[in-house]
């Protein structure tokens, strides 16, 4: 094997193949010249990438690899780590983006020499893009040795896809094989923070973001003039830098260091400052910065990190100028921190707080805030009044369908309306009329006792009696109808195996892999696909099949690459978990993508009835024997699920009884969240004094 070839996992192999990674052990165990280990553990061996493509082809199991499936390889097999590798394709896709006529020439010569020319390449477009002080560093030619083949790879997909999406593909899937590495903000809270930001930021705004991570609420701002970011972690700087650099012509200055303790932009005068700052640090520099100039509304005691980055952004905001910030939802309420709670109301610094739904951003377990801060202009007075918005109850579900919060279900579009319909009007106005339940502008004077509690839901009046009222009835009345329905479902007596003298009944049988080989069944892995030109498409996920729901992902941002889409008839089945949920997919469903994490099997109806497959596919006992079990999780091969062979006339009849089932269950369901959502009004009501007694 070449010194620095790629090299691959048994999971990379099994995403090349579009299989799962129990067939990847078992080409191991079957074929005898399936390709040796060269690297990893005994556990997790690693495969040269050249070779694995070269078995894959012999035994028509893979025509060609597609070029971003081979540059990802590339990046997650480099050996100096998939950032490193990230960040050298990143500063060649720079280079392609901005310099395009120079990387034919350089792309032309033999490997040795692209690595002996590309740095002084790479210099020249760093160093105009970003200063001479950057988080980006030129790699030298021995760094570059190991990366000739990725690089290449990534200037292809360059010219494929276009610059900017190759390295959101990469660096996407990147964050996505790491979830816990890194603290990232998701695209909905990031979109609303820069619209709350944008009325008063003017044309070409500079922008400041002092705890940068991966530059998601930069890249967020519209038109920018200048953005400036700063992050701890050098990896994340680097990345940052590039990213922002791909997708804007910004000048953009990104810095490594901590902002509390090192500020690397301590003169800027930003019109804005987007912010979403490490939560619950006590070692935030407390002793040492206990001078420091920017704690111009108070000390913070050590337990409020998240009020000193607070102070932080309204230091290096011009006068007027805005600052959003994602706080922990203690920050409105704790005793600590009320002091410097109250000066920044009584200055009019602090605009707005806005409660968020569970599940916006992490931590999801909790619902997160943001608070709207302006820099006080000498000479104007501060608003008596403060807008305190909750949007807590916001989900995809229905009221009356139940579902309670979750990342999954989250309706940004509903959020971020609700928002900035209560936002804008008071930020033009000092004052906005009071929406129940949702909005109201609080006097300031009403604010400052002896807590200074600014969470959204303590200010807030409920919603109006009459309209609860008229709701509980229509939760009444859908309650009433589908438990009749439930009833007139609900499945005849059954008899067991003593009915039948010869037992229960023992059909042959066959599985879905042989089913696939002739043809009875087509079998498709989800999560592939990116967003398309045209009207946005819909993603089933995993979490929608396991509670019943409609589609409610989205396709990630990336290369143009069609996705699995559902059609009526399709029977999708999730993979994680060991559980026994099935999903047929209806004609509301067909047309939404398939998600990660979920396989399709598509039935030919002259062979296969979809409502039987799902049936024998849903049995306890064929998942539990088509599962095998990690040190943290379960997975199915669908391959090895067995159904019995029937004619398809049979197959018809019990897929009948099946649906049948599938359709009790659905009502037992929706009697439950009704239930659950009348029970809870009834209480809400009695106490609230909405409801008679």
């Known amino acids: 094997m070449p010194e620095h070839a790629a090299e691959v996992t048994a999971a990379g192999i099994a995403r090349l193949a579009g299989v799962g990674r129990a067939a990847v052990s078992n080409w191991r165990r079957r074929h ?14 690693s495969f040269a990438l050249a070779d694995v493509e070269q078995w894959l082809r012999a035994q028509g199991k893979l025509a060609e690899v597609p070029l971003r499936e081979r540059v990802w390889q590339q990046v997650t097999g480099h050996p100096a780590g998939a950032v490193t590798a ?88 990147h964050l996505d094989a790491n979830p816990r590495q890194y603290t990232l903000t998701p695209p909905g809270p990031a979109a609303l923070m820069a619209a709350l930001a944008a009325p008063g930021a003017g044309p070409r705004p500079t922008v400041l973001d002092p705890a940068s991570g991966t530059g998601t609420l930069l890249r967020a701002v519209e038109q920018p003039g200048a953005l400036h970011g700063q992050d701890a972690d050098p990896d994340l700087a680097a990345l940052t830098a590039l990213r922002l650099a791909l997708a804007s012509d910004a000048d953009i200055r990104v810095r490594t260091g901590d902002s509390l303790r090192a500020d690397a932009f301590p003169h800027i005068t930003a019109d804005t400052v987007l912010c979403h700052p490490p939560f619950n640090e006590r070692n935030w520099g407390h002793d040492e910065l206990a001078y420091d100039p920017r704690w111009e509304y108070g000390f913070p005691a050590r337990t409020e990190s998240e009020l000193a980055w607070v102070q932080h952004a309204l230091a290096r905001l011009r006068p007027g100028g805005t600052a959003v910030l994602l706080m ?16 920044l109301l009584r200055r009019g610094a602090l605009r707005a707080v806005v409660a968020l739904p569970a599940g916006a951003a992490p931590p999801y377990g909790i619902p997160l805030h943001l608070w709207v801060l302006r820099k006080p202009v000498a000479g104007i007075a501060p608003s008596p009044e403060l807008l305190v918005v909750d949007t807590t109850a916001t989900t995809t579900t229905d009221q009356a369908g139940g579902g309670g919060a979750g990342r999954d279900r989250l309706d940004w579009q509903a959020v971020h309306a609700a928002v900035l319909d209560a936002w804008l009007p008071f930020d033009k106005d000092g004052t906005v009329a009071e929406t129940p339940g949702a909005s109201r502008s609080v006097p300031v004077i009403e604010l400052l006792d002896d807590d200074v509690d600014l969470a959204p839901a303590r200010h807030l009046p409920p919603p109006a009696a009459a309209e609860g009222a008229a709701q509980l009835t229509e939760v009444r009345d ?49 999560g592939a696909g990116t967003a398309l030109a045209g009207a946005p498409v819909a993603v089933l996920t995993d979490h929608d099949v396991l509670a019943a729901q409609a589609p409610s992902g989205t396709l990630p941002d990336g290369p143009p690459e069609e ?36 396989q399709l099997l598509r039935p030919d109806p002259s062979a296969l009835d979809p409502w039987f497959l799902a049936g024998f596919v849903r049995a306890t006992a064929n998942t539990r024997q088509a599962s095998s079990y990690a040190s943290t999780a379960t997975r199915l091969d669908v391959r090895r699920l067995q159904l019995p062979r029937l004619p ?7 897929g009948e009884r099946f649906r049948a089932l599938a ?6 369901r929706l009697t439950a969240r009704l ?19």
């Open 32 to 45: 005898a010249d399936f390709p040796r280990p060269v690297g990893g553990t005994e556990t997790s061996p």
């Open 86 to 173: 990230l960040v050298q394709a990143g500063c060649v896709l720079l280079l392609v983006r901005d310099r395009s006529t120079a990387w034919p020439a350089l792309a032309a010569v033999s490997d040795p020499r692209l690595t002996e020319t590309l740095p002084v390449a790479l210099e020249e477009v760093l160093a105009e893009r970003f200063g001479p002080e950057r988080a980006v560093r030129t790699p030298g030619a021995a760094e570059l040795a190991p990366s000739v083949a990725l690089v290449r790879g990534a200037a292809d997909l360059a010219a494929e896809t276009g610059a900017r999406q190759a390295f959101e593909f990469l660096l996407g899937r």
């Open 328 to 343: 922990p939802p203690a920050a409105a309420s704790r005793r600590s921190g009320r002091r410097i709670r109250a000066d």
């Open 478 to 526: 859908r309650l009433t109808k589908t438990l009749s329905r439930t009833q007139e479902l609900t499945p005849p007596a059954v008899s067991g195996p003593a009915a039948s003298p010869a037992g229960p009944v023992r059909w042959p049988v066959t599985t879905v892999g042989e089913l696939a080989r002739g043809g009875a069944v087509t079998l498709r892995a989800g």
């Open 563 to 598: 996705p699995v889409l559902l059609a009526a008839g399709d029977v999708v089945v999730p993979v994680l978990g060991g559980g026994t949920a099935v999903r047929v997919v209806d004609a509301a469903t067909a047309g939404a993508a398939l998600g990660r994490n979920l």
């Open 648 to 654: 398809l006339v049979e197959q018809r009849r019990l």
């Open 663 to 668: 359709e009790f269950e659905e009502a037992l």
């Open 675 to 693: 239930g659950e959502q009348l029970v809870q009004g009834l209480h809400d009501g009695l106490a609230d004094g909405t409801v008679a007694p």
